[in-house]
């Protein structure tokens, strides 16, 4: 059975989603792979991007710089071409690192994302500098707009004098290409979606964590994916593991999670990866890929219902815990 069909059963099984709207964005369409890694479209930017995204944090973890730096170069090196980064990961040293990473024509060879916590057209305009030094870099591929998490956010990207005007500013400079946002919570996202259509503004991207338990619990994929492609706006996944909890737990492999995230329409599954016995799992991941059927859907649903509907395994969703911008509100002044 192709591929195609199988994300439409799958699709099917999960429910709540407009299939419609995903087969008339040819979202459908078959993975292209090259060696072990799968691409995808991002959206309606036309752009082609790993499936698999290397997630920023994580480069930031190790002791050494050096490990940090093997990671992404070993990434590239084997097919991802998509890195995530933030203006706050470790206070700046994730993008330091990735910017180091990136020297020696590796910055040529990925699609290079990071995200900035601004609430004012002064501070997006400042962040988005310090990105581009840090990164070592005279363009970003993706800005976006970090942590979209509370109600009034979306108000304060669209406001006078807001985040959106200097990004508008830095795109005619030509020092970011395309605009996005992420955050913990669907309720926020929606509203996002909405004011973007009252302003006639469409987004490029958003990033939402993505992984099975979500499936059945305040579920971005329910409530906010249908959305996304019906607009042609690329999903970004993020979390597929929970950040580590679903596998610590024995709720599900770290494989099998990444399966999941893969199987929904997400043009990428950033993934947290701080060594190398991670980036080999990831690669695994996506060299065994098939768009779950839906009786492995079903089996997987059933067996991780009860650890979903606690929501304990998702803190990003119901605390602040995972929330930087609540405890260091001084990043948005």
Not at 254 to 276: K, N, Q, R, W
Not at 278 to 301: C, I, N, W
Request: proline share 4%.
């Amino acid at each position: 059975m192709p591929d195609n069909v199988r994300r439409r059963d799958f699709l099917d099984t999960l429910g709540g989603i407009s299939l419609a709207a995903y087969m008339a964005k040819g979202l459908f369409a078959a993975d292209e792979r090259s060696g072990d890694m799968i691409y995808r479209k991002l959206g309606k930017t036309g752009e082609r991007v790993s499936a698999i995204g290397l997630g920023g944090h994580h480069i930031g973890r190790p002791r050494e710089e050096k490990d940090g730096i093997r990671i992404v170069r070993a990434a590239i090196d084997r097919g991802i071409n998509f890195m995530d980064n933030c203006w706050d990961y470790h206070n700046g040293k994730s993008e330091v690192w990735m910017g180091h990473a990136l020297r020696d024509g590796y910055r040529q060879k990925v699609f290079l994302m990071t995200k900035f916590d601004g609430r004012t057209g002064a501070s997006t305009a400042k962040q988005i500098d310090e990105c581009l030094q840090r990164l070592e870099t005279d363009r970003i591929d993706l800005m976006q707009y970090h942590e979209n998490i509370r109600l009034e956010d979306p108000d304060r990207f669209f406001a006078a004098g807001g985040p959106l005007e200097a990004l508008l500013a830095a795109k005619k400079a030509g020092k970011i290409r395309y605009i996005g946002f992420t955050g913990h919570k669907p309720m926020v996202h929606l509203r996002m979606l909405e004011e973007a259509q009252a302003h006639n503004f469409h987004f490029d991207s958003a990033q939402m964590p993505l992984n099975i338990l979500d499936a059945q619990f305040r579920s971005f994929a329910h409530q906010v994916v249908p959305k996304l492609v019906d607009q042609g706006v690329a999903v970004l996944g993020m979390k597929p593991l929970a950040n580590g909890a679903i596998p610590q737990a024995n709720i599900a492999s770290a494989v099998e999670c990444l399966h999941y995230s893969l199987s929904l329409p997400t043009s990428v599954v950033i993934h947290g990866i701080p060594d190398m016995k991670g980036l080999d799992q990831a690669f695994e991941a996506a060299r065994t890929f098939k768009p779950l059927t839906e009786s492995q859907l079903s089996a997987l649903l059933s067996r991780t219902r009860t650890a979903a509907l606690s929501g304990k395994y998702e803190g990003f969703k119901t605390s602040t815990q995972f929330d930087g911008t609540a405890h260091n509100p001084q990043w948005m002044a």
